[in-house]
């Protein structure tokens, strides 16, 4: 699903950069998908998403997590 229409980034997207080591920041998160924010009307959105995806990769206790290395 689209969750940032001015750069067109997925829930996939944001979930394949989260890592459960080192999770990004918003704006960091951003510059790994190669934009920028314009309007800023997904940060929420983002933030959730990221929050559950590190949520997943604690419970699995993995190294690396949603297949990045």
Excluded: F
């Excluded at 080192?22 to 998908?33: D, I, K, N, Q």
């Excluded at 314009?38 to 949603?66: F, L, V």
């Amino acid at each position: 699903m689209i969750i940032c229409s001015c750069n067109v980034i997925t829930d996939r997207d944001v979930r394949n950069v989260v890592h459960a080591e080192s999770p990004p920041r918003t704006a960091e998160l951003y510059a790994c998908l190669g934009c920028n924010v314009r309007c800023g009307r997904c940060a929420r959105t983002i933030k959730r998403i990221m929050a559950a995806a590190i949520e997943g990769c604690s419970e699995d206790r993995r190294d690396t997590c949603h297949g990045q290395p």
